[in-house]
């Protein structure tokens, strides 16, 4: 990641808790061997921050996060919701730390149609059959879990055509196919640079989670968001960690 020093923490403030404005959620995963990661990345479109102008493209990134996907011979499906998983936690610590109200939709995107169907179903309120004995169900459980904690959001997702760079030229690219193109490249950086050795992080200050057990590489990967966004305040107040546009 890198620091953005066109947004303020206030500008990510003003976006975040403005209810007419829309947040993208890109979620994919990367597949090695046996071993998977997960990352995300949160934007919005330039004509929607406070000071357009500063921007040269027609997106402005807020953040980007990375981490392994628990689970062995791990599926694409699994690590597409752990990566908007990720996303949802980091927002709900962020606007928990700054104290402000996390307003308006928020819109992710996966181009696993099996992991967007999951992830609609369980995060529908109305839905009330939820099994904790099938395949992923501890992660999807975490995830209605953590949309409980945006009472003031509104999810929305939607299935992004995978690799467009295979067939189609870039101009061409919508906004959503774009940033899976991102968000994939993001993934992939963890197989150059891997947290291997899990083991080496403490487990007594674990934010809670309610279906992961202490010692999964999920809560060590919420344990490391939590690290993240005390640098943001403690390190850097004015401004927060996210990709330059």
Known sequence: ????????????????????????ISA?????????????????????????????????ILTQGLGPTDGHD????????????????????????????LSGPLLISSNCQSAINDMEHWTNPSTTYLPIDTLDSDILHELRHQRLLL??????????PSHPEKNIPRKDWSLKQTMNYITNRHAKTMWITPLTDLSILPTSSFPESHHFPI??????????????????ITLKPDHTTAISA
């Open 28 to 60: 994919d995963g990367s597949t090695k061997n046996t071993l998977a990661s997960h990352a995300f990345t949160i934007y919005c479109r330039t004509s929607h921050v406070p000071f357009p102008s500063n921007f040269h493209k027609k997106y402005v």
């Open 151 to 160: 009472p003031n959001t509104t999810l929305r997702f939607s299935t992004t």
């Open 74 to 101: 791990v599926p694409p499906h699994r690590a597409e919701i752990t990566a908007a998983l990720t996303a949802l936690s980091f927002l709900h610590h962020f606007s928990t730390r700054h104290s402000f109200t």
């Open 215 to 232: 010692n999964s590489p999920h809560h060590h990967h919420l344990f490391l968001t939590t690290l993240l966004i005390d640098y943001i």
């Open 1 to 24: 990641t890198y620091t953005n020093d066109k947004l303020s923490l206030l500008d990510y403030i003003t976006i975040l808790s403005d209810p007419t404005i829309k947040v993208f």
